[in-house]
């Protein structure tokens, strides 16, 4: 078992918790992300910048069981396929259950914008994201 993180976006917070937790648990990080990002990890996967390139990285070192780190929604979908449990740097676990809804409203606000609407973007991060991810991490690896 290990974590992965698509790094391209996470924040360098999230980071750090995975690595803090990882190594109370004897576990790997494994970090992917294109050459326009400088992390700074043990096992560290450089890929060109070609779209999609480091989520088809991150599918081909995923396996059952593992853990991966993601804001990509269509990623998770691929990843929850494979047996991966997935979360998001806020702390929120994606599942089968509710990937299907995501996807769906994904697709209803690229429409929007692509027809000039405009959506929100994210929110800006609190210490309260960091709390949230941590303790869902946790409990993530003590259910193994």
Known sequence: MKIIVDADACPKSVLQICRKLAGNHALKVWTVASFNHNIQSDHHVIVGNASQEADMRLMNLAQTGDIA????????????????????????????????????????????????????????????????????????????
């Open 69 to 144: 780190v993601t804001q990509d929604w269509g990623l998770a979908a691929m990843l929850l396929g494979k047996g991966v449990r997935c979360l998001n740097p806020l702390g929120r676990e994606f599942s089968n259950q509710t990937i299907e809804f995501l996807l769906e409203e994904r697709e209803i606000k690229a429409k929007y914008r692509r027809s000039g609407g405009r959506t929100k973007g994210p929110h800006k991060r609190k210490t309260e994201d960091d709390r949230q991810f941590e303790v869902l991490l946790q409990r993530m690896l003590d259910e193994v």
